[in-house]
Nanobody
Framework: QVQLVESGGGLVQAGGSLKLSCATS????????MGWFRQAPGKEREFVAA????????RYVDSVRGRFTVSRDNAKNTMYLQMNSLKPEDTAVYFC????????????????WGQGTQVTVSS
């Protein structure tokens, strides 16, 4: 099993920044990709960003490209999501995710999920 624990959510004004962290433990040698999804009230879960386990490649949903940056610190087994120029429409619960078979890279789903952290952007 793989355990994922998010932190760093909170309340911020539009135009501000937040940095989310996702600490990884357990059988991490199985992981191929990691990423972030989000779910706003009344909406379906949405893919936000992904990064390969080695950190060499990344991808983003169009709505956050240029504002969000996903990264990894292999020594700390931690993934980050730096969110800049936040907008009210970024308000959601953000979930850290990981896969062992590549499914996360397509943005559809993942094998492991964190508990989620709330991000609220006020206008």
């Amino acid at each position: 099993q793989v355990q994922l624990v998010e932190s760093g959510g909170g309340l911020v004004q539009a135009g501000g920044s937040l940095k989310l962290s996702c600490a990884t433990s357990g059988r991490t040698f199985r992981i191929k990709n990691m990423g972030w999804f989000r779910q706003a009230p009344g909406k379906e879960r949405e893919f936000v960003a992904a990064i390969t386990w080695g950190g060499g490649s990344t991808r983003y949903v169009d709505s956050v490209r240029g504002r969000f940056t996903v990264s990894r610190d292999n020594a700390k087994n931690t993934m980050y999501l730096q969110m800049n120029s936040l907008k009210p429409e970024d308000t959601a619960v953000y979930f850290c995710a990981a896969d062992v078979d590549g499914r996360l890279w397509s943005g559809v789903s993942a094998d492991y999920w964190g508990q989620g952290t709330q991000v609220t952007v006020s206008s």
